[in-house]
């Protein structure tokens, strides 16, 4: 639940330490920077915040989550309404009375609501998920702008469409001009579009890129657009764009009520309000991820959005202009270690007034013997204040306390993070020396006070991990470094590490040699670093991935340190070293092709060899179909599927877990009618999965939303125990049948259990044999494309569609927006491919073939990525053996005993296929290592 709560964001040590230059042309005369000298009203939510806006009055803001919940908010009182509907909400504008709300949601609806009552006064079903509604300024007229390109402005009194467009694209924002005459549209499309409501006559104004957003004026004259690289003027009379110089935003700019200003901001956090008269630009406030800006109805304060904060700002008296070339005062005297002893203070939680005594906040010379006192209050969750402490601090930093005694400085860091996370990223900035100190467990800090800090922790993290892109390298997350992730739970570190793997992962995969590589085995490789990063145990890893790209098929050897002299350290932090190219182009004659390929880490040696066996061509298997086999699969009336979520998938991309994602599944189907019984247990996953495949009662589609262990030889990884939750759905075409299986919670390792490709091909062979029908595997996990050849040479089943991966995924949500949500409603109402892809174009990153990219049949991707690696297919022999050097002419090779061998993994030897060709002669000082997967 959203509280009212008082928070101070400081620039003020930027502007200290360093000139600041914001403006593009460098003219110093034109920039200031402004910061709140007072306290801010800020409405803290439990998610992500995505938009806001006040009231025609300015006495209330409603605000959206991505929860997608709104929040209404009296500025004077704090009181806050909570408004919950049944559809998704993700957009809300007041009434001209400020009494109801008009909100917008992803089902298509469009709303009225009373906020008082929370109750729907007025409700208009759309013909697409809506992306926004507003009031015109008289309160007569809503224009509504849909994903679909659509626009609509409908008179409120008739309840009938007055004016009707559509865009090619998805529709951005829309405004009525002040008189609510005409309007302005803004879409992804590239076009800013000016429509008479009368007469329909239009201009229309192209840019290069989306254009996210167009408003109008105060005087209806001008229309502000604003895209990813500029904003520009749009003066109607003359139809003229001028560009506004100086800007790069990513959020839509908006005029002040005077129209002599406009307040624009970007996702690297700078807000500006430009005077466009002269061009002076006043950078209001740094803040991380700024999402949107708004000017209130009387122009003296600003409404923002970043993260999980709405704030309001007054402009006139909570904020004061400085010259962007602020310098460093005068540096304090420095000060020297005295002890300092506080017993009492210690054993119980912060009080200010007790502390106050010892630490008085004093201007010029700092007195020697207060400084640990200092340190101490600062190591307090509210014990630093930066308005009355700054000068304090720096004064100690700059001292020889800064170079590091981490039992009192780390604590005050903490401290400082829990004030403001901009000021305790400009102190590491100017000390670099603060990152060389560890974590400690500071003993003045009560378990009450720890809780807190656990939650700041928790949220800074949570909070730098969204921000940085999907594709990121090490130096990224450097800020989290010095944090070691300290106070946070062990499963907390391990979540937070295992999603800091994938983004380092996702970078190195942009590599050539990489791209091929299972993404859950760079994951792996990633993670020694990531661990690092929170303080968790260090796993050196060294390990063998064979990759094939059409026609060839080549070894790549990884280790989390060097592999010697040939070896790449890539950008996720860990090194690869290839070998040569083995191409599938055997002659008659030949039955086997072989490879090696040797390394060396972390002083053990180690030889890779490959044996590959030619194997009948198996195209046939993956037809260029246009839809699925619903005839087959439908045979008996009955839609059977099977979803199963694991906790492996400890923190998927926007931080969701694998409780949240089931829940997100389970919602789902209780949304279209799927009526669930009481769970029950599952003893043993893998056979339950194995039933469903091959045995009696199979299902016809099949989701794995959980990680694998990433490796080419393994199709997923499942956990030992877990329940399932079986739901039934009767319609006039027969029933559907659903099982979601979640799998139970923190498992030791040993309790994972794979299913390997080999278990794959013996579940479709025994389907198959009792024709029970054709099988949907969708792969969900991270580009699984690269082991999908793999599989189906291993199965060379005709029954078996899967449809894998094509790029970094996200985890299931329960609206239109998520790929794989479409991808089931498509399969659900048997649609063919393509309406099933069409479907999907409401993801952003699917539409750009970015992200969230499923492969089908029919596709050419999938053709060159997978079909024609099978018209010449082969079976793998993998073996990866240790060496062992001589002793005294002597061997120092152990002999395992026979029993212990059969669980070696050659760092292992497997076969990919019925049967192996592998030699049978094992290399002369050598011996096998355990397998790794």
């Not at 000021?423 to 100017?430: D, G, I, P, V």
């Not at 560890?438 to 009560?446: F, K, L, Q, Y």
Request: glycine fraction near 8%; include cysteine.
């Amino acid at each position: 639940m959203a509280v009212l709560r008082l928070e101070y964001f400081f620039i003020i040590l930027v502007l200290i330490f360093s000139p600041l230059s914001i403006a593009q042309d460098n003219d110093k005369e034109k920039e200031s920077i402004c910061w709140p000298l007072g306290n801010r009203k800020v409405f803290d939510h439990a998610g992500q915040v995505t938009s806001a806006r006040f009231s025609r009055d300015g006495t209330k803001v409603v605000s959206i989550s991505d929860d997608g919940i709104a929040h209404v908010f009296k500025l004077k009182s704090g009181e806050e309404k909570t408004i919950k509907q049944s559809f998704f909400i993700n957009d809300a504008d007041f009434s001209p009375n400020g009494e109801s709300l008009l909100l917008s949601g992803d089902n298509g609806t469009v709303a009225i609501v009373s906020i008082t009552s929370g109750k729907i006064e007025k409700s208009y079903p759309g013909p697409s998920p809506v992306t926004g509604a507003q009031y015109s300024t008289d309160g007569k007229k809503i224009l509504v702008t849909y994903y679909n390109g659509l626009v609509d402005a409908v008179d409120l009194a008739t309840q009938k469409i007055e004016r009707a467009i559509r865009h090619s694209d998805t529709v951005s924002s829309a405004g009525f001009s002040p008189t609510a005459g005409a309007f302005v549209t803004a879409s992804r499309d590239g076009r800013a579009r000016y429509i008479e409501v009368s007469t329909g006559e239009e201009k229309v104004a192209e840019d290069a890129g989306w254009v996210k957003g167009a408003q109008f004026s105060p005087d209806g004259r001008k229309i502000v657009t604003t895209t990813d690289k500029s904003i520009k003027i749009w003066e109607l009379a003359r139809n003229e764009m001028k560009e506004v110089r100086g800007i790069k935003p990513l959020i839509p700019a908006h005029f002040s009520p005077d129209g002599k200003s406009l307040v624009t901001a970007s996702q690297d956090g700078i807000v500006k309000i430009i005077e466009l008269a002269t061009g002076h630009e006043r950078v209001v406030v740094h803040l991380n991820g700024v999402t949107s800006a708004y000017f209130s109805p009387e122009g003296r304060r600003l409404l923002t959005t970043n993260g999980r904060f709405a704030q309001v700002m007054d402009l006139d008296q909570e904020c004061k202009s400085q010259p962007a070339n602020t310098i460093l005062p005068e540096k304090i005297e420095k000060v020297t270690q005295v002890p300092f002893i506080f017993s009492k203070p210690c054993l119980v939680d912060f009080n200010p007034l007790s502390w106050d005594f010892i630490t008085p906040v004093e201007n010029g010379t700092l007195q020697r013997s207060q400084v640990e006192g200092y340190l101490r209050r600062f190591g307090k969750p509210s014990g630093f204040d930066p308005k009355k402490h700054l000068n304090i601090l720096l004064g100690i930093l700059q001292s020889q306390y800064g170079d590091g005694d981490s039992q009192l400085v780390y604590p005050a860091l903490v401290g400082v993070l829990n004030s403001s996370n901009l000021l305790y990223e400009s102190l590491f900035e100017h000390f670099p020396k603060l990152k060389s100190l560890g974590p400690v467990d500071s003993s003045c800090i009560t378990s009450n006070e720890k809780a807190a800090f656990r939650k700041t922790v928790f949220n800074y993290t949570s909070e730098i991990l969204r921000l940085i892109p999907s594709f990121a390298k090490y130096s990224d997350f450097q800020l989290l470094e010095p944090l070691k992730g300290q106070f946070l739970a062990d499963n907390e570190k391990l979540a937070f590490a295992r999603l800091v793997a994938e983004k380092l992962a996702a970078r190195a995969a942009e590599t050539e040699e990489l791209k091929l590589v299972p993404f859950g085995k760079l994951t792996k490789m990633a993670m020694e670093k990531a661990n690092g990063l929170f303080g968790l145990p260090i796993q050196q890893e060294s390990d063998i991935a064979v990759i094939r790209d059409n026609q060839q098929i080549k070894l790549v050897g990884l280790g989390t340190k060097s592999l010697g002299e040939e070896s790449v350290l890539s950008e996720g932090g860990f090194y690869y070293k290839t070998g040569t190219s083995l191409f599938v182009d055997f002659l008659p004659y030949m039955k086997i092709k072989k490879e090696q390929m040797n390394w060396s880490h972390e002083g053990k040696n180690y030889l890779a060899e490959v044996n590959l066996t030619r194997k009948l061509t198996l195209s046939h298997l993956v037809p260029e179909e246009k839809t699925f086999r619903y005839n087959e699969m439908l045979s008996d009336h009955v839609l059977h599927g099977l979803v199963v979520v694991g906790s492996d998938s400890a923190v998927l991309q926007y931080g969701e877990n694998a409780k949240a994602v089931f829940q997100e599944y389970k919602d789902y189907f209780s949304g279209v009618g799927f009526t669930f019984q009481n769970p029950k247990p599952v003893p043993h996953v893998k056979s339950f999965v194995k039933r469903r495949f091959s045995e009696g009662e199979v299902v016809d589609y099949f989701i794995k939303e959980s990680r694998s262990d990433g490796d080419e030889r393994n199709a997923f990884k499942l956990n030992k125990t877990g329940q399932v939750y079986r739901g039934v759905r009767k319609s006039k075409e027969g029933k559907e049948i659903i099982e979601l299986v979640y799998m139970s919670e923190n498992q030791k390792s040993n309790d994972e259990q794979l299913v390997s490709d080999a278990d794959l091909g013996r579940w479709m062979a025994t389907r198959e044999k009792a024709k029970l029908g054709p099988l949907v595997y969708i792969s969900s996990g991270y580009w699984s494309y690269t082991k999908t050849v793999h599989e189906l040479t291993i199965a060379a089943s005709g029954i078996l569609s899967i449809i894998p991966t094509f790029t970094r995924m996200e985890g299931f949500r329960n609206n239109p927006q998520n790929v794989t949500h479409e991808l089931i409603e498509g399969l659900r109402v048997r649609e063919n491919f393509v309406t099933i892809r069409k479907r999907m174009e409401k993801n952003v990153g699917y539409k750009a073939r970015e992200e969230n990219v499923y492969l089908f049949p029919d596709e050419i991707d999938f053709d060159n990525q997978i079909r024609k690696a099978l018209v010449k297919p082969v079976n793998e022999a993998v073996k990866l053996t240790e060496i062992t050097p001589k002793a005294s002419g002597r061997s120092v090779s152990s002999v395992m005993p026979k029993k212990d061998k059969i669980n070696l993994r050659v760092v292992s030897e497997v076969t990919k296929g019925v049967a192996s060709d592998a030699p049978k002669d094992a290399l002369k000082d050598q011996k096998e290592v355990s397998p790794k997967n």
